[in-house]
């Protein structure tokens, strides 16, 4: 009997022992050992193959940042004045609240939706100042995913930015797509996106881009977002806008706006969610709104109740320092006027770099239609190349973007603009 008790007690130590040994060896591992790498930001990827490449003719024309005509960053003029009274002010450095500044959230409603509207006036909607447009996309899919009282499913264009699926499933929704780009003349395909939009099954979330379409700089024209408007009303749809480029896109930003105030003068209790990286050049201040229009005051109450439950555990309180300049900017007429004239000159280069681009090709005596480059809008546009082209152009010429063509107008110059003309003519001869 002794026997068989010492047996069982070295058993079992010896059960401990590489009990023991196991976790020990788990922990010199390391807990992360079963993780695998994952596949490079393409956008940021391109980055660091262009940092990399020593050739002084190198040209990176895929990041979606502006540059002056020098290819440098710029900072607006009126934003570096806005943060000399700022600084002069000595503001203390308080929590902003969770949903944020109120004087922001006004303007950029204001902003957005322009005058006249009556639910503005009256307080039917509800914005919270988010981390930019990314953190208000998120945000917004938060919500859906809890609240919305249809399928969670988000239609977005088929050709849509690179971000926008993995926030929407990240929260828990799922995505398909509603037809959109037509390859074959490079621009907006409004009868498909029309047969499309009619047969999805009703009570969808549709997701559009406001203006200046990223990736394929195809907007929709004013009568393509009126007839879109009442076939989601006719299909009871629930609008969801993304508005990154208000002001940039076309320097107007009445008409960078259109198809937000046409929605809402249609009725539709729409979804908006805003940057300010762009039209202001506040990009590392992450700066943005999400605002929900509703029926009334106490569906705003609600609703906004709601909101600061998903906001808390998200990132708790906004960034305090790039609201407080778009607020300033917004509120002040001498810095929004001032605002007004640069946005539309980073607009103005915008056109100036389509049109150069188009031109160098044509001068070269391209065989391609390339009317596209000056039919597209905004930062971007896609060019038709095909990934073979694009490789071609990244090995031979050190001329980098997105492997689906996409071109950022913005990082041409007229210094650069004829070898990128050049190149592309050669290789899509």
């Known amino acids: 009997m002794a026997l068989f008790s010492s047996t069982a007690a070295v058993s079992k130590n010896c059960t401990s022992f590489f009990a023991k040994a196991c976790v020990h060896a788990i922990r010199e591992s390391s807990w992360w050992s079963h993780v695998e790498e994952g596949p490079p930001d393409v956008i940021f990827g391109i980055v660091e193959a262009f940092n990399r490449d020593t050739n002084p003719v190198k040209v990176n024309l895929g990041i979606g940042v502006y540059r002056d005509d020098d290819g440098n960053p710029w900072v607006l003029p009126v934003v570096r004045k806005t943060e000399k009274m700022l600084f002069e002010k000595e503001l203390d450095k308080e929590y902003a609240g969770i949903m944020g500044f109120e004087s922001f959230r006004k303007a950029a409603v204001q902003l957005a939706f322009g005058p006249g509207f009556e639910f503005i006036e009256k307080g039917q909607y509800t914005t919270a100042q988010t981390i930019s447009g990314t953190g208000a996309l998120r945000l917004a899919a938060n919500y859906l995913q809890k609240y919305f009282p249809f399928e969670k499913k988000v239609f977005v264009p088929d050709r849509t930015w690179g971000n926008h699926v993995p926030v929407l499933t990240h929260a828990g929704l799922t995505t398909a797509t509603y037809k959109y780009y037509n390859p074959s003349t490079c621009m907006f395909d409004s009868e498909g996106a029309y047969n499309t939009l009619q047969s999805i099954p009703k009570n969808s979330v549709v997701l559009f881009h406001a203006c200046a379409h990223n990736p394929t700089g195809a907007d929709p024209l004013p009568e393509h977002w009126m007839e879109m408007s009442k076939i989601c009303q006719d299909r009871n749809h629930f609008v969801f806008i993304d508005m990154a480029y208000q002001g940039y896109a076309t320097g107007s930003l009445e008409n960078d706006a259109f198809a937000v105030r046409q929605f809402a003068r249609d009725g539709h209790k729409l979804l908006l969610t805003q940057s300010f990286a762009k039209n202001m050049g506040l990009y590392g201040e992450r700066v943005g709104a999400m605002t929900l229009l509703t029926s009334d005051t106490d569906e705003a ?30 509120n002040n007429k001498e810095l929004y006027d001032q605002w007004l004239i640069e946005v539309k000159s980073m607009a103005d280069r915008t056109f100036l770099m389509r049109k150069m681009l188009r031109e160098e090709l044509e001068r070269k005596g391209s065989k391609r239609n390339w009317s596209h480059i000056t039919g597209q809008i905004g930062m971007f546009c896609f060019s038709g190349l095909n990934e073979a082209e694009v490789k071609q152009l990244r090995d031979d010429y050190h001329i980098y973007m997105t492997k689906d063509g996409r071109i950022s107008i913005v990082a041409l110059t007229t210094k650069n603009v004829d070898y990128v003309a050049k190149a592309i003519h050669e290789v899509t001869k």
Do not use: D, F, Y
């Open 301 to 330: 109450k609600r609703v906004e109740s709601q909101v600061k439950i998903i906001i808390r555990p998200l990132w708790a309180n906004p960034p305090i320092h790039g609201a407080r300049i778009a607020t300033t900017i917004l």
